[in-house]
């Protein structure tokens, strides 16, 4: 039974940050157990191998889980509109200019 993902892109989709987490899910059953932060961890590695040192991640305005970015240091850097099945959602950004920081400040 898969209870999470996450992916990221390896190759750069924006002008101010090296990378972009994609997505992010954990069912809600599963959530709040450190699986999102074991995710982000996975993914942080990966990137500081290939020498990325900064990241951007969107998600809905709406989404609870958002408080996840913020307790990992990201700052909110864009806000968007975004067309899904003809219904206008608010997206923003969370991002990160040094991602070898995430961990230590979360852990203040």
């Known amino acids: 039974m898969n209870v999470a993902f996450a992916s990221a892109s390896l190759i750069k989709t924006n002008d101010l940050f090296e990378r972009e987490v994609n997505s992010i899910y954990i069912l809600k059953e599963f959530q709040r157990k450190g699986i999102g932060r074991l995710l982000i961890k ?14 951007i991640i969107w998600t809905l305005d709406d989404n609870p889980s958002q408080i996840f970015y913020k307790h990992l240091g990201g700052n909110i850097v864009d806000k968007r509109i975004i067309d899904r099945g003809g219904k206008s959602l608010q997206q923003i950004a969370y991002a990160w ?8 400040h979360s852990n203040r």
Not at 45 to 55: A, C, D, G, H, Y
Not at 97 to 104: G, Q
């Open 42 to 55: 996975s993914i942080i590695t990966k990137f500081i191998e290939i020498n990325v040192k900064s990241m």
């Open 97 to 104: 200019e040094d991602i070898t920081c995430i961990f230590s």
